[in-house]
């Protein structure tokens, strides 16, 4: 069959769109890649595997230098005592959920812009040959900032803050399910987008940090527990004033966290979310810890509610918090 002599080459405009993604060209197989970075090929697979990626064929030539030098460094960090062997997957794993979540929301973003701008293939290639060095620029100076404010927070000299005493909440979309079978695609994940970008934006004002998102549900910390209620409010009220938004249930608990790579584990999250499965549309919950430390408080207000039985606490005490008259 003949080819419009015209038409552009698109097999070899992929292959250079890859080039300026992977740094260069594909020319290793897994065990050349691995003998290169000068660790085993079981090593080598592990690390792959944990940072998300899916088994390559033995003959399949799909690795770079930068592949190599990747796990040089991985490699070199365990190897000089910086982290600890059974770490190694772990750092990995984050890494690879991380930047997984990451890359897909900026190709989509990418194509987004492709599709209004009307470029050609050719000129599509030449904006992201200029928009990757400015994009790693920006994430890694994003991280520094990130890195130096939780360094901060690490060493604040506080007992209770080194020991992970924090404020949990979730906050969860209502009817979440029965939307998912409403909207399409596009109308869900707009949906999303708005209540994660809104949810960011409002618990970093008052003085919280987002640890997840997932979709219909927002993790989030605090230092103290006036802060967690603050940002608990804050989000019914961003809620509240936007009518494309659904209702919010949201869940307090305050107590000691194990806070691990990123990520916040313990009684005090598990109970954060039982509440959470108790509240009310448009309330929030704390438990009686998170309670009791804003009993007296100025800007708030706590009502004991009748116990409830849930999942793994058969005598819970929950507690409605709402702002003060006047605060």
């Known amino acids: 069959m003949a080819t419009d002599p015209g038409a552009p080459d698109l097999a070899g405009l992929t292959r250079e769109f890859e080039r300026t993604l992977l740094g260069g060209e594909r020319k290793f197989t897994r065990v050349q890649v691995s003998e290169r970075a000068g660790i085993s090929i079981q090593r080598a697979e592990r690390m792959w595997h944990a940072l998300g990626f899916a088994t390559v064929p033995d003959d399949e030539v799909a690795f770079t230098d930068d592949d190599v030098e990747a796990l040089r460094l991985v490699a070199a960090l365990e190897d000089d005592q910086f982290i600890e062997p059974e770490m190694e997957s772990s750092l990995a794993r984050k890494l690879g959920q991380t930047q997984s979540r990451l890359a897909s929301w900026q190709s989509a973003m ?4 492709l599709g209004s701008s009307k470029l050609s293939a050719d000129e599509a290639i030449e904006v992201a040959a200029l928009l990757l060095p400015a994009m790693e620029r920006l994430q890694t100076y994003v991280w520094r900032r990130h890195l130096a404010a939780a360094a901060g927070r690490s060493v604040a000299g506080s007992d209770e803050l080194a020991r992970g005493v924090r404020a949990v909440g979730f906050a969860d979309i209502v009817s979440y399910t029965r939307l998912t079978r409403r909207l399409n695609e596009a109308e869900l994940g707009e949906l999303i987008e708005r209540f994660e970008g809104m949810a960011a934006d ?24 006036a802060q967690g209620a603050a940002v608990a ?13 659904p209702e919010l249930r949201i869940g307090l608990a305050y107590g000691t966290i194990l806070i691990r790579l990123g990520d916040v ?22 438990d009686r ?13 706590v009502h004991r509610l009748r116990r409830v039985s849930v999942r793994g606490y058969r ?10 008259d006047g605060a």
Do not use: W
Request: glycine share 6%; proline share 5%; net charge negative.
């Open 265 to 286: 584990y313990g009684e005090v999250v598990n109970l954060a979310a039982r509440l959470t499965t108790e509240c009310k549309p448009g309330r929030v919950l704390a």
């Open 289 to 301: 810890e998170l309670a009791a430390a804003l009993d007296g408080h100025p800007a708030y207000t």
């Open 233 to 245: 409010l804050a989000l019914q009220d961003a809620v509240n004033a936007d009518e494309e938004l």
């Open 315 to 324: 005598h819970l005490v929950p507690y409605a918090v709402q702002r003060a």
């Open 202 to 225: 409002v618990v970093a004002l008052n003085g919280g940090r987002v640890i997840k998102s997932m979709g219909d549900e927002v993790l989030f910390v605090a230092d103290t527990p």
């Open 110 to 113: 990418f194509l987004d812009f």
